[in-house]
């Protein structure tokens, strides 16, 4: 942090001198030639530190500090008096009117730089606890509930709103100790942005409640460590909802499975063993139709089961290669990879990920050969196609379950439509986001990674 410098001094020769001397040591110096000057100036901006000369025609320095002082902006400025005066009761004038330091003319270089280094650090200590007790005063008026660590998740502040969902009157030392112990959830080997699900099912004496912690890992500044701030939403309701929609799923794909099951056994029995041509035809429709509805509800039984299978922090091994080879082999179609590594240890989210974009590559693509380059890192992947690409209209419904907004190259919509759906879900519990983008070529262009902050320029 910059700090900046006020010098009240009528005299040039004596500013210059400061300047001189101040210069090594990267201070941002302002320049006021009397007290008025000087408390226009404070009254629209704020400084680490005061150099104020006594003897000034007008204000002398002694009134221009009490003025200082009356001002709730400024009166905790630290101010250094320069002053002549060697008289005890001169001293003692200054100390009574708020000042912190004294420097004697002529100045002392080792002196000067050593007190005003000192008076500006405190200074800007003192800005930063204000700042930082400011932050934990609104923790306490938001509607969420709010915690922050340090870099090891030592609780530095948590608001009652925070405390109330984790049932506590307090909390010290580690949060993600307690995490894990009450929630089985170990956010140390989480990435620096995560967002999951936590709380308690209903018992005989409370009703259920879940609620929602997003964690993001913030980088310190000036050598400061690193922070983690966390968020706690109550999500009771819509975690009801979607538990309420994923046990329906779950019920009708299991209730489908055993008719489906019969249907499957006798139509393959009559393929078999039917003589008339036309009747085996019907036969195999039949069998060809059920095979396609058994893979639509492993499907939905998959999409159901996806964030807790995402939840795995195990690595799982990605090799791109064949997978694109089952997918070509399936399709019939050959294809062109451009890829950053062969084979690589990921997490499941990524392996998941990749082969749900991978079998969307070649299920819409309408070339006679595709092409894909694939990147993938530690926390990102990026898939990029030569197929038709996607319409704006359908990029803004292309995540919501079960929709269908593009065909393949045969004609057909197949599926039902959760592919982009899955993978944004996977991303998600990884704390990442996912994108489309149209590629200069017309293909498509997924991107998995951390959300993009613009950070504020520094003033």
Known sequence: MEAKILIVDDEPKNVELLEALLKPENYTLVKAENGKEALE???????????????????????????????????????????????????????????????????????????????????????????????????????????????????????????????????????AKFILEKFGHDITKFPESSVFVAGRGETTSAPSFFFSIEYRRVEGGDGEGSSCVFVFKDVTDEHTRNRMKTDFLSLISHKLRTPLTVISGYSKMLESFASDEKLKDMAHAIVSSSQTMENLIKRILYFVEIENRARDGSDELLDIRAIMDVYSAEFKKPYELNLNQDEMSVKYWQKMAAEELISNAFKFNDKPTLELDVKVTEKSLIVEDNGPGMSETNRKKAFDSFYQGYRNSSGNTPGVGLGLSIVKRLAETAGLETRLEITKYGGLRVIVEKKIVIKPAKA
């Open 41 to 175: 100036y404070l009254s629209h901006n704020y400084v680490e530190l005061i150099l104020l000369d006594v003897m000034m025609p007008g204000m002398s320095g002694f009134d221009v500090l009490e003025e200082i002082r009356k001002s709730a902006a400024d009166k905790a400025v630290p101010v250094i008096i320069l002053t002549a005066l060697k008289e005890r009761e001169d001293r003692l004038k200054g100390l009574g009117a708020g000042a912190d330091d004294f420097i004697s003319k002529p100045f002392d270089k080792a002196e000067l730089v050593f007190k005003v280094r000192t008076q500006v650090n405190l200074s800007l200590l003192r800005r930063q606890i204000n700042e930082k007790e400011k932050l934990y005063s609104m923790m306490d008026l938001v509607l969420e509930g709010t915690a922050v660590t340090d870099e090891n998740f030592n609780v530095q502040q948590i608001n009652s709103k925070a405390l109330d969902m984790l049932q506590l009157k307090e909390l010290k030392g580690s949060l």
